[in-house]
C-alpha cells in the first residue's frame, strides 16, 4: 500500500493504494530527473512506501518519497531501541501528514505494541493530554520541544492524588531541544529516558541522543547535543569546499546513506540543489548512497558527538549582529511565567536588517506574566542589543501538521511598536556570538 500525506490539512494528497493500482501524481513527477519516484506499488524494498511533503519552515513544502526499505529500517530501529514491545503502548503524537506518525505507528503495530492517536484538539491543550496519558497508560510518547514545555507545566498543575504517569520514555524531535528544557522533563518525570532526535524528513531521523538529567552539564539554554548517527545514515559537518569541519568548527550538516530520499517530485532544480554529490576530494570518505545537504548547522565534539547550531538561513542580522532567534527563544523560555514562546524575525524599513518579535503563552495565574518581565529576563542574558522590540500575550502558538511552530503564520500576525524609550539593564552584548 501506498501512503500519501499532505503537509497541512486540506491538501489535495491523501490516498491509500492497493497492489495494482496505477500511481498518479497528475504529472508532478519528471520520470527522467531527480525528482523522478520509485516503481509503485509492488512493495519490495526499493518501492515506493509513501510520498509526504517537508513541513515547509524553510521554504514551499516540497514532495518527498521514501521506500518500503527506509521505512521498514527505521520502524525496526525506532521498536528496538526505545524498548517498544508487548505491555507498551505509544502514543502517536504526531499527525498522520507527518513522517513521523507512520514510524511510530509501524514501529509500534510491528512489535506487537498498542497504538494510542492522540486525538486532534489535545495537540493545542497540554491540559487535556496530560490526563489522556495517565487515562491511557502510556509508555512511550514522542513530540516537540515547544509543546512538551507546556505539557510539563500542566503536568505541574494536576491535582493531588491525580492518576500517575506511566511513561517511561520521552522522545524529543523537529525542534532544538535546550538544556533547561532536558533538565526540567527529568525533573518532572524522575526515571524517565529522554532522547533527542534530530533528522529532516529526506532521511526521516539521522541522529540520536539519550539526555541525561544534567543535560551533559550544559550551562545555560544553549540546546543539548542532536547525538551520533542511527544505523544506515552517514552524518558530515563539511565547510564551504565539502572539507570535513574540526571538532568544534561549524559547518553545514549533510546527510549520506541508502535511506535517503531520491530527490524531490516534480522540483528537480530544488532536488538537484539539495542532493548535490560531494566535490570530488573533499576528503569526506567513500560514498555512502545519496548525500543530502540540509541547510542545518552543526558542529562535532572531540568525541564524535554532534551538536546542531541553528538553520543557515534562518540567521539574521540584529543590530548589526548576526544572531539565530531560537538563542532568544531559548532564553525567553527559561521565565517561570513563560509556558511556551517562539521569536521570529520581523525584516526592518531597509529589507537587509530584522527586529525580533516575540509570542508568548503565559502559565495560567503567574504573577510576573507580562510583557515587561520577559524583556527584563531576555535583557539579562543578552543586554539591550537583542531584545524582542514586541513581547505579545497569545492563548496558543500555531503549529503544521508535524506539530512544529509554524512562523510563517506568526511573522503574520506580527504588529511592530516603536523600539523602546530606554534599554533594559544587562550585561554588555559583547563577546555574543
Known sequence: ALVVAGADPGDPVAALVGEGAVLDLAGLADADGPGAVPPAPAGGPA???YLACTSGTTGRPKAVPQTHGALGQMARWFADRFGIGPGSRVAQWAAPGYDAALVEAFAALAAGAVLCPVPDRMRAHPEELAEWLAARRITHLQTVPSFARPLLAAVARRPAGAAPLALRRVLLAGEALSADLARAVH???????????YGPTESILATAHDVGPDAD???????????RPIPGRQVLVLDADDRPCPPGVTGEIVVRGPHVTVGYVGAPAAA????????????????AGRC?????????????????????????????????????????GTHPSV??????????????????????VPVPGAADAAPAHWRRHVGRHFGSTLLPLTCRPVEDLPRGAGGKVDRRRLLARAVLASPPAAPAAGPSQEGHP
Open 272 to 287: 538537484a540543489a539539495a542532493f548535490r554529490p560531494l566535490r570530488a576530494g573533499s576528503g569526506a570518505g567513500p560514498a
Open 47 to 49: 518501492d515506493l512506501a
Open 292 to 332: 543530502y545537504r540540509t541547510g542545518d548547522l552543526g558542529r562535532s565534539r572531540p568525541d564524535g558527538t554532534l551538536e546542531f547550531r541553528g538553520r543557515r538561513d534562518h540567521q539574521v542580522k540584529v543590530n548589526g549582529m548576526r544572531v539565530e532567534p531560537a538563542e532568544v527563544e531559548a532564553v525567553l
Open 187 to 197: 525533573a518532572a518525570w524522575p526515571g524517565v529516558r529522554l532522547t533527542n532526535l
Open 217 to 227: 552539564g550544559a550551562t545555560g539554554p544553549g540546546a543539548v547535543a542532536i547525538g
Open 339 to 360: 509556558a511556551a514562546c517562539a521569536v521570529v524575525p520581523v525584516p526592518g524599513p531597509d529589507g537587509l536588517t530584522a527586529r525580533l518579535a516575540a509570542f508568548v
